[in-house]
């Protein structure tokens, strides 16, 4: 796999949540069999069992880390059964996660996927995982051994063309407008929702409708008036709904899941 040259640079992104050490031993187990690994943790407030938020913060991320880094998720409510394991290389990276569909917004034009070869584990000397605690003795070894380029995908895997599609529809562009929905609620309380910028470009004045609000677009939080509801385009590059110094989800009584409709009011 002359394509991969690893970074040595881990992410971690999970639904452990900040209670008690299971982040923290992914990390203890990575750094024991590389000590030079540099881990990082993208999130771990992922919204319990929702692997959607998982796999889009990842697919908008991953560009900001060096080629060559390796991708953890755990977002696992099958955990412990015969569901399986993914191994993914795209644009130089490498994302490991359940097959249950985190992965869905990578496995576009990836340049190589495959499930991992459960029987091949015993080249890195893995134990009798725990039924419950796979991204400890699984995901975190494999992780190490990759980012420490002692192993490749194709050492571990086995290629497939077979896995489950994510969660949620992709946007429908229909009659000048673009439906999506609310992908996840920041800490601030604004609205991520999942349609790209770059499926209303061509859009003259583009408005958002949510929760029976009309809402124009503008360019930043400060361009509204505090409590002022606003929609804009947000650093990670899709629409997203605010409330200007307050909190748009509890305003609008909104959240993951909820219809966001955009359509072009100009001429």
């Known amino acids: 796999m002359n394509d991969w040259q690893p970074s040595g640079v881990i992410t971690v992104t999970t639904d452990f949540g900040h209670k008690g050490p299971f982040a923290a031993v992914m990390t203890g187990v990575i750094v024991t069999r590389f000590r030079e690994a540099t881990v990082i943790d993208l999130a771990h407030d992922i919204p319990a069992h929702w692997p959607p938020e998982a796999g889009f913060w990842l697919s908008r991320s991953y560009r900001f880390f ?3 880094t390796v991708h953890i998720a755990i977002v696992d409510p099958g955990v412990g059964t015969e569901r399986e394991i993914l191994l993914v290389l795209k644009d130089g990276h490498v994302f490991i996660a359940p097959d249950n569909g985190l992965l869905a917004p990578l496995l576009e034009n990836a340049d190589r ?66 439906t999506g929905s609310v992908l996840t609620v920041d800490a601030f309380g604004n609205l991520i929702s999942n349609i790209d910028a770059s499926l209303i470009e061509d859009f003259v004045n583009p408005i958002v409708a949510i929760a029976g609000q009309h809402i124009e677009m503008k360019t930043t939080y400060g361009r509204a008036s505090p409590g002022e509801y606003l929609a804009l385009i947000n650093s990670f590059g899709v629409v997203e709904i605010a409330r200007a110094e307050d909190n748009a989800a509890n305003g609008l009584g909104c959240e993951r899941g909820a219809p966001v409709v955009v359509s072009d009011s100009g001429d």
């Open 66 to 68: 060096p080629v060559g």
């Open 113 to 178: 996927i495959c499930r991992l070869d459960m029987e091949s584990l015993g080249k890195i000397s893995l134990g009798t995982p725990s039924p419950t605690f796979h991204g400890r003795d699984i995901f975190a070894p494999v992780a190490a051994e990759l980012a420490a380029g002692r192993i490749t995908i194709d050492d571990v895997g086995i290629p497939t063309d077979d896995w489950t599609p994510g969660w949620l529809e992709d946007p429908i562009i229909a009659g000048g407008r673009v």
